[in-house]
Structure formats: structure tokens, C-alpha cells
């Protein structure tokens, strides 16, 4: 079983499953984090991204929400907020606190399910309460409900993608990657093999990079993405549980976009909003830079594939499991 609680980390998801979108939160079980972030792809939906950046007067995050909806599901935030001031964390401020809590979204309209289906701030609440460090949900779940891969030949050729979580230990260090994924691109295994993205009629991966090499279907990647139906991101929160500056996490986030392009092919891309977040405890024993580095990549890789494996089929979008 794999736990958070020595990261400091709870889980909580909320998913409408009729509408194919959901939302998951990411928060300190009792405690905020520092928390830095790297920006991957060039079509991003995000809130509160400003104060990640090394120099900002607010050190610490609250929680994370990660949310279908494209820009509408950035509303959900405000149940975060909710759920946070009525347990009094946040930054202290006269009077009361001021949750900090970073977003980001996904493009989940439509493809499994409701175009109108967003997550609420009721749904984040939700979510920030039934948040837990232990048997965290894994596949189509809260951000992971109505995410596909594999785009370049249509919605008809899609796959399932989904929600991922895998934990690295080392000697002195750990990490953890929290993923969800909706990649224009396909998902590739360690071995460079593709298991979940663009398929042909006949059910054979089309190979998404060989298609746009070859400059078809679509004479230029926009147009190709403009035919999918579903835009794409792929969101990711990694986390070490030793203590690392603003800086170091920034190159944390940065480092742990390796995984990105290992594993999704392509990924980063103008039409991805691919995006990691990188927390760490406000205080405590320290690790090398470049063994987080590496913990983080390895378990963020790993997180991918699971995001694909465990999610399963339905309305018609296949997953590994059909």
C-alpha cells in the first residue's frame, strides 16, 4: 500500500461520474508546504501560479487543486478555500487566515461525458475533507474521471488516460508523483513500447510522433489537435519529504518534466498545459538536489503509466483494461 504520511500529504478525490470530470486535492494532513512550480506546455489553465515563484512573499501552499473543466472547473478553488478557513489554516492575516491554494485545470468537456458537467467548489470541499494519505483511488477518479491520451486520429481512435500515484525511497530521501493524465500524445511503458494512445481502425497504435512526422493526418500539429475534441494537459504534483529552498524546488519541478517527455510522446507541446508542482516540507533533515531529481523523475514516470493501466473504459472510450 502506498502511503503519503511521511510526505505530510493527503489525497482527496471527487468525481461526477455521469458527467466525465472530477477534481482532486492535494493538502498538508495538518501543515503547509513550500511549494514551487514548472510550467511545460504553452495552453495552460491556472490560479495562484504568480506566488510559486522564487521571490514571492508567501513561502507556503495550503492544498493543490487539480480539476476537469478547462477554466470553468478554476471555480472549484473556492471549496478549498472554504474547507481551509473553517479549520483555520492559511496565511495569518488580522482577523483570520488566507488559504493559499495553486490550480490548475484540464480539458475533460465532452469526451466522457457532459460538455456542461464541471467540478464545483461543493465537489473540492468534498474532496478536501474525505482527503487521506493512505488507499488513495487510482485510474478514472476525481481529476482522472473523464481524461483521454492518444488524440491525433480523434476522439474514435482515443484511450482512456486517468489518474497515477508512485512513491520512490532512497537512502535519506523519498518522493512521490501524483498524475493526471490527458495527453494529445501517446503513453509509453519503460521500454519505449506504447500501451494507451491513438489507435487505427483496426485497433493498432497509429504511433502519434510517425503520424506527425509524416505530416498527416493533419498538415500541422494545431489542426490536428483542433480535430481531437478533447485538448489536452497532463497535470502532476511531486513531492520529496526532505526540505529544499524555493530555488531547488523550482529545479525539482523542472527536473520532473523529464518523466513527461520519457513517457508521453509528445508532451510539452503549444496545445499541452502540462504543468508540475513541486512541494516540500517547511522544515527538516535535507537531501541531496540531484538524488530528489532523480527520485522524482522515476517516480513520476511510474505514475504515468499507472494513470493509464488503472483507468477503465467507459462511454465508449476503451481503456487498458477493455
Same mark, same amino acid.
Given at each position: 500500500?502506498?502511503?503519503? !504520511? ?22 498538508? /494532513?495538518?501543515? +503547509? ?6 510550467? /511545460? ?25 487539480? #480539476? ?16 481551509? =478557513? ?5 496565511? +495569518? ?16 468537456? %465532452? ?12 465537489? *473540492?470541499?468534498? #474532496?478536501?475533507?474525505? *482527503? ?6 487510482? @485510474?478514472?477518479? @476525481? ?6 491520451? %492518444?488524440?491525433?486520429? %480523434?476522439?474514435?481512435? *482515443? ?17 512521490? !508523483?501524483?498524475? #493526471?493524465?490527458?495527453?494529445? %500524445? ?8 506504447? /500501451? ?34 478533447? +485538448? ?15 530555488? =531547488? ?18 508532451? @510539452? ?11 516540500? +516540507? ?21 505514475? /504515468? =503509466? ?17
Amino acid at each position: 500500500m502506498t502511503s503519503l !504520511a511521511r510526505f505530510g500529504l493527503a489525497v482527496g478525490h471527487a468525481s461526477d461520474i455521469p458527467g466525465g470530470t472530477g477534481c482532486t486535492v492535494v493538502r498538508g /494532513i495538518s501543515a +503547509p508546504h513550500r511549494a514551487a512550480v514548472a510550467v /511545460i506546455g504553452r495552453a495552460t489553465g491556472s490560479r495562484e501560479l504568480a506566488l510559486l515563484e522564487p521571490g514571492h512573499l508567501v513561502e507556503r501552499v495550503d492544498a493543490i487543486l487539480l #480539476a476537469g473543466g478547462s477554466a470553468y472547473g478554476l471555480d472549484a478553488a473556492a471549496g478549498v478555500m472554504r474547507w481551509m =478557513e473553517a479549520h483555520g489554516r492559511g496565511f +495569518p492575516v488580522g482577523g483570520g487566515v488566507v488559504p493559499i491554494v495553486p490550480a490548475a485545470v484540464l480539458f475533460d468537456l %465532452g469526451p466522457c461525458g457532459r460538455f456542461d458537467a464541471r467540478p464545483t467548489a461543493a465537489m *473540492a470541499e468534498a #474532496a478536501c475533507e474525505s *482527503a487521506t494519505s493512505d488507499v488513495i483511488a487510482e @485510474g478514472a477518479v @476525481g481529476a482522472g474521471t473523464g481524461l483521454t491520451v %492518444g488524440k491525433v486520429l %480523434g476522439k474514435d481512435g *482515443a484511450m482512456k488516460g486517468g489518474f497515477g500515484l508512485a512513491v520512490r525511497e532512497a537512502d535519506g530521501c523519498a518522493a512521490a !508523483a501524483l498524475v #493526471a493524465v490527458n495527453a494529445f %500524445g501517446d503513453v509509453r511503458d519503460a521500454g519505449g513500447r506504447i /500501451i494507451a494512445g491513438a489507435r487505427t481502425p483496426d485497433g493498432t497504435f497509429a504511433d502519434t510522433m510517425r503520424v506527425l512526422a509524416a505530416g498527416g493526418p493533419e498538415r500541422t500539429f494545431g489542426a490536428a489537435a483542433a480535430r481531437s475534441t478533447a +485538448p489536452n494537459t497532463t497535470l502532476a504534483v511531486v513531492a520529496v519529504d526532505a526540505a529544499f529552498s524555493r530555488v =531547488e524546488l523550482q529545479q525539482i519541478a523542472r527536473a520532473a518534466a523529464a518523466a513527461y517527455h520519457r513517457r508521453i510522446t509528445p508532451a @510539452g507541446s503549444s496545445f499541452d498545459g502540462d504543468i508540475v508542482f513541486a512541494l516540500s +516540507p517547511m522544515e527538516g533533515p535535507r537531501a541531496p538536489l540531484v538524488q530528489a531529481e532523480m527520485l522524482v523523475v522515476a517516480a513520476l514516470e511510474e505514475a /504515468i =503509466e499507472r494513470a493509464v493501466r488503472l483507468a477503465r473504459g467507459r462511454d465508449g472510450v476503451p481503456g487498458l483494461a477493455d
